[in-house]
């Protein structure tokens, strides 16, 4: 899961920026995050015979996905292999920036919604089903629910798109770099609304 995770991130050009290039620092945080998600949340795999070759992690209505308590296991592996500016950029602004557009654009969202926190298909596998395979059976198991997820790039967007997501707020942060990062808020409910 690591692996397909750390793989599947670093060919995704918005990750890298955000997060760099370097292996142990990336396979570090996705390390943290499937522990994370094993022990609080939601994974579903896709899988050929022999490897795992899609990772969905995922969060049921109500549930925080990187709650306070959370926020050592998970970045505190990758504390030491980063800048301290750029953990406080990610702590202080974009988590809870995110969390506050979620909140402002779809009130309640965070009791009555689906989460999803990532999805991750191994570059060699993508484009053969994997991913949509992992999305059908998160849209199953959620039924009437909504599900939301922030995403970044036409790719993605494109891909959500197909499976009934919409765009229901965008939110630019300025990183470190100086950087535009354009994040995406989407939402799938049953009706179709946003």
């Not at 998600?37 to 996905?65: C, F, Y």
């Not at 988590?95 to 989460?115: H, M, N, R, V, W």
């Not at 939301?148 to 997501?165: A, E, S, V």
Request: net charge negative.
């Amino acid at each position: 899961m690591v692996d397909v995770l750390t793989d599947s991130f670093l060919a995704y050009p918005e990750h890298v920026l955000m997060w760099g290039s370097d292996r142990k620092i990336n396979r570090t945080l996705m390390e943290a995050t499937v522990a994370n998600a094993i022990a609080n949340h939601r994974v579903w795999l896709a899988e050929t015979k022999d490897d795992i070759v899609g990772v969905g992690l995922w969060t049921d209505p109500g549930a925080v996905w990187i709650s306070e308590e959370d926020v050592p296991a998970v970045f505190g592996s990758v504390m030491g292999l980063v800048e301290p500016e750029f953990l406080q950029f990610m702590l202080g602004d974009m988590l809870p920036g995110q969390a506050g557009i979620e909140e402002k654009y779809i009130p309640g969202c965070a009791t009555d919604s689906y989460f999803g926190a990532i999805l991750g298909v191994d570059p060699k596998a993508q484009s053969c089903g994997v991913g949509g395979k992992i999305m059908a059976d998160i849209i199953k198991n959620a039924g009437d629910v909504p599900i939301m997820l922030h995403t970044q790039g036409p790719k993605n967007l494109h891909f959500y798109g197909k499976y009934g997501f919409k765009v229901a707020a965008k939110h630019e942060f300025v990183l470190l770099s100086g950087e535009t990062w354009l994040d995406n808020l989407l939402v799938r409910r049953p009706d179709g609304s946003v």
